[in-house]
């Protein structure tokens, strides 16, 4: 039997636990493949979709920094890649189109839904404006949230990526008030520089549920200091788990059980 060729890429990726979870997934789903990693220079990005073509890859997911650039590289969008405007995974399909999916916003919802996170009528903070922002962005949107205030380090830009949000600086977080979600987009305080949050611990008064997409470290400083203010805090593991699982069920056609997401974590 051929086997099927998967992987993910990146311009970092020593902190990603991506190779472990899909090859559970793939154990627990009895399929035949492989999954590799490949950490790309931003000036290589333009031949990657076509390399993978060439060398009979079914599916690749992609982080960080690329979510938003590579999608010129594709020859389609899927439905929800299209309105949110970036992308975490290519299907390679049997006529070789490479097709770009968003499964950031299925395992962010996933994620909400399993952590009892109440949205609707809520004020969100998110703390950066990149492509995972932008699925999250869109989950809430669309699932009942009140207000969201993006934070970025370059407000003009931000403002041209979230022209329907409000966006601020990071020196403005002293003026934010009536919100109870604030939630890192940013690879601020990930591995292997752990010892930093995105933001100063005064500014999580406000707050009572902190979330971070970062998994590993799975205590990440920003939420060890939410938990010293009595938030409710959730790493981005289950997004992650939950995520996979919904790339496997579109690179093979298929839909796998939510105990595979409980079995995986156990893992970790």
């Known amino acids: 039997m051929m086997e099927n060729l998967y992987g993910l890429i990146g311009e970092k990726l020593g902190h990603t636990y991506s190779p472990q979870i899909h090859n559970k997934i793939l154990e627990e789903t009895h399929t035949n493949g492989y999954y590799g990693l490949f950490q790309?220079?931003?000036?290589?990005?333009?031949?990657?979709?076509?390399?993978?073509?060439?060398l009979g890859y079914n599916g690749i997911n992609v982080t960080i920094p690329?979510?938003?650039?590579?999608?010129?590289?594709?020859?389609?969008?899927?439905?929800e890649a299209s309105k949110i405007g970036a992308i975490n995974v290519i299907n390679i399909d049997k006529n070789c189109m490479a097709i770009g999916y968003n499964t950031d916003y299925y395992g962010f919802g996933m994620m909400i839904n399993h952590s009892?996170?109440?949205?609707?009528?809520?004020?969100?903070?998110?703390?950066?404006?990149?492509?995972?922002?932008?699925?999250?962005?869109?989950?809430?949107?669309?699932?009942?949230?009140?207000?969201?205030?993006?934070?970025?380090?370059?407000?003009?830009?931000?403002k041209?990526?979230?022209?329907?949000?409000?966006?601020?600086?990071?020196?403005?977080?002293?003026?934010?008030?009536?919100?109870?979600?604030?939630?890192?987009?940013?690879?601020?305080?990930?591995?292997?520089?752990?010892?930093?949050?995105p933001i100063e611990k005064k500014h999580l008064d406000k707050f009572n549920t902190a979330i971070d997409l970062i998994y590993n470290p799975s205590n990440t400083l920003f939420l060890k200091e939410a938990r010293e203010k009595g938030l409710k805090t959730i790493n981005g593991l289950y997004m992650l788990i939950a995520q996979a699982v919904k790339s496997q069920?579109?690179?093979?056609?298929?839909?796998?059980?939510?105990?595979?997401?409980?079995?995986?974590?156990?893992?970790?």
């Open 249 to 268: 069920e579109i690179w093979n056609e298929t839909e796998i059980s939510s105990n595979v997401i409980n079995s995986i974590l156990d893992i970790f």
């Open 66 to 79: 690329y979510k938003l650039d590579i999608i010129k590289y594709l020859d389609s969008l899927s439905p």
């Open 116 to 158: 009892n996170i109440e949205i609707k009528g809520e004020t969100a903070v998110i703390l950066g404006t990149g492509g995972a922002s932008k699925a999250v962005t869109q989950y809430l949107k669309d699932n009942g949230i009140k207000d969201i205030i993006m934070v970025s380090r370059d407000s003009k830009s931000s």
């Open 40 to 54: 790309v220079k931003r000036e290589n990005l333009k031949n990657v979709v076509s390399g993978l073509k060439t």
């Open 160 to 197: 041209i990526k979230y022209p329907d949000d409000k966006v601020i600086m990071y020196n403005e977080l002293n003026s934010v008030n009536n919100c109870s979600i604030i939630i890192n987009c940013t690879p601020v305080g990930m591995f292997p520089k752990t010892k930093f949050s």
